[in-house]
């Protein structure tokens, strides 16, 4: 009997896995049928193009263009997905001439700073986050201390600077307030002694506004040429944030922490710059870093001829200084988009082939100086070198490592550090 009951049971089970088992067999077949049907349709429809292509006579070896139908089908998903995309976001570059800079480090905390002059509110150096800042309140109004009177921006110039962001919910004593509404505006005046706007209407002594720093939104707003205005979208992380603007001639651009997120063709000329916090918020808003520099992004014109920055720098200043030219961490070694920058100088030095330079390097304060003087001096070395490659009289270069004994900024700091890695020609 208990044979009788396995024997039936061991039958039971063969039926099912036969049944299964035709079951799947027919799924599988369904499925391929419907692949295959649609390589094939792909596959006819690459055939009929090929022949409109040999029809139109722009035919090519079919060996050279075959592709496996698995390649054609990832292709076809691909380009569904693509989306249009644009590469100029991160075009900014300071210019080579520094007209203005304080990065506030000099500076007495709890006094107003000293490159700074007043219009009205309340301005002093302060301490946030360990480093020290310029803290504006009671509808502070200010503007960099120039001595000269008068209009100081040329027609091309960069202005930089450092502000910090509170998210509404983190700002120190202050829950629940909606703006931390930063201004920096641009005067087409040439008296700088009276404000040039309150509000939202800055009327037509302003060239540029920029109102940015809104707690807790991603829209902020500006103003141009009196009585045009725009907005746009940017959400800003909590703590330092960079914004840089660049004026040519005409054209304006401003960038959010190295993305352009303003692109004015057609700005009139600014004369002088100040900056205003409309609050009164106190320990809120924070700027630090300020630089202003003679030099742009270069201006797209298709029939403008490019003007050598490094010619420019050098006949004002007698030198040309650089961040653009970089080397493997820790090493001598030129990265390859150091070039473009080394063969802008070398086309200077050709066409000046009588003068004689000093190939500086110099380094951040990162690690000590046995290790940065001769890494410094093997850097300017290797400018050195490639310069000569590019066909430049090695006879007229020097190389010359400074270490990190000559910084031009505060090496507390990424940004410090990294304004202070950088090379200078000195025409000698």
């Not at 300020?290 to 920055?309: F, P, T, W």
């Amino acid at each position: 009997m208990k044979r009788l009951i396995i024997a039936l049971a061991l039958l039971a089970c063969m039926s099912a896995d036969v049944s299964a088992q035709g079951w799947l067999n027919k799924l599988k077949d369904k499925a391929v049928q419907t692949v295959q049907g649609k390589v094939e349709d792909k596959v006819d429809q690459t055939v009929s193009d090929g022949m409109d292509q040999v029809l139109d006579g722009k035919s090519s070896s079919s060996k050279k263009d075959k592709k496996s139908k698995d390649a054609e089908m990832a292709d076809v998903s691909e380009a569904g997905d693509a989306t249009p995309t644009t590469g100029t976001s991160s075009d900014f570059k300071r210019g080579s001439v520094i007209l203005f800079q304080d990065d506030v480090t000099a500076e007495q905390v709890g006094e107003f700073p000293s490159k700074w002059d007043l219009f009205q509110g309340t301005v002093e150096t302060k301490t946030l986050g360990g480093v020290k800042a310029i803290n504006l309140t009671d509808n502070a109004q200010v503007q960099p201390l120039i001595e000269e009177q008068g209009a100081y921006l040329p027609e091309e110039f960069t202005i930089e600077y450092d502000f910090y962001y509170w998210p509404t919910n983190q700002v120190p004593g202050n829950d629940g307030i909606g703006l931390n509404d930063l201004k920096m505006i641009l005067a087409v005046t040439k008296d700088r002694s009276d404000f040039p706007g309150e509000g939202y209407d800055q009327g037509e002594l302003t060239a540029f506004v920029l109102k940015h720093g809104v707690c807790d939104t991603q829209e902020h707003g500006y103003y141009f040429n009196g009585n045009k205005e725009g907005s746009f979208d940017y959400s800003f992380k909590k703590g330092w944030n960079h914004v840089a603007l660049s004026f040519n001639k005409r054209a304006l651009k401003v960038y959010f922490n190295d993305k352009r997120v303003v692109n004015l063709p057609r700005v009139n000329q600014p004369t002088w710059l100040c900056f205003q916090v409309p609050f009164e918020y106190i320990n809120l808003t924070f700027i630090r870093n300020v630089v202003i520099a003679k030099g742009a992004v270069e201006l797209y014109d298709r029939n403008a001829q490019n003007v050598s920055a490094v010619e420019k720098a050098i006949q004002e200043t007698g030198k040309f200084v650089t961040n653009n030219i970089l080397f493997d961490t820790g090493k001598a070694t030129l990265k390859q988009e150091s070039m473009i920058e080394i063969m802008r100088v070398a086309e200077y030095m050709k066409k000046n082939p009588t003068a004689r330079f000093e190939v500086q390097g110099h380094t951040d304060n990162q690690g000590s100086d046995k290790i940065n003087d001769p890494l410094s001096q093997q850097r300017a070395e290797a400018i050195v070198k490639a310069l000569e490659g590019l066909g430049v009289d090695g006879f007229n270069l020097k190389a010359v490592g400074k270490g990190s004994h000559e910084p031009v900024a505060d090496n507390s700091t990424e940004e410090g550090r990294a304004k202070n890695r950088r090379v200078e020609f000195i025409k000698r």
